[in-house]
C-alpha cells in the first residue's frame, strides 16, 4: 500500500506562481512513476506532469515551458513547480503514484487561478 498526501494548492492571481508537493509513505520501495493531474467539476480527470523513478518527464502541451515536475527518490517526495499561472489552470491537482501495477491516488489540492 501506498499513500500520498498533497499540499502547496491555494489562490494565486495570474502570472503567479505555486509549488506543489506530494508526501508518499508506505511501500516507497515499489513506486515507479509518479505524477499530477488535474480535474475541473464536470470535466474528465487530465494529466497535467508525470516522472519516472529515472528522471524521464512527460508533460502536458498546456503546460509545457511553465511547469516543472521533480522527484526526490530519499525522500519519496514529488513536487510540481507551476510558474505563470492561468485562470485555465484551475482545477484539483492530484497526486498519482504506480506501484505493482496498482494506481494510488492523493486527496488532490485546489489550486484557484484569478484573472
Known amino acids: 500500500q501506498v499513500q500520498l498526501v498533497e499540499s502547496g494548492g491555494g489562490l494565486v492571481q495570474a502570472g503567479g506562481s505555486l509549488r506543489l508537493s506530494c508526501a508518499a509513505s508506505?511501500?516507497?520501495?515499489?513506486?515507479?512513476?509518479m505524477g499530477w493531474y488535474r480535474q475541473v467539476p464536470g470535466q474528465q480527470r487530465e494529466l497535467v506532469a508525470t516522472?519516472?523513478?529515472?528522471?524521464?518527464?512527460v508533460y502536458a502541451d498546456s503546460v509545457k515551458g511553465r511547469f516543472t515536475i521533480s522527484r526526490d527518490n530519499a525522500k519519496n517526495i514529488v513536487l510540481l513547480q507551476m510558474n505563470n499561472l492561468k485562470p485555465e489552470d484551475t482545477a484539483a491537482y492530484y497526486c498519482?503514484?504506480?506501484?505493482?501495477?496498482?494506481?494510488?491516488w492523493g486527496q488532490g489540492t485546489q489550486v484557484t487561478v484569478s484573472s
Open positions: 498519482r503514484a504506480l506501484a505493482n501495477g496498482r494506481t494510488y
Open positions: 508506505g511501500s516507497t520501495f515499489s513506486i515507479n512513476n
Open positions: 516522472i519516472s523513478r529515472g528522471t524521464y518527464r
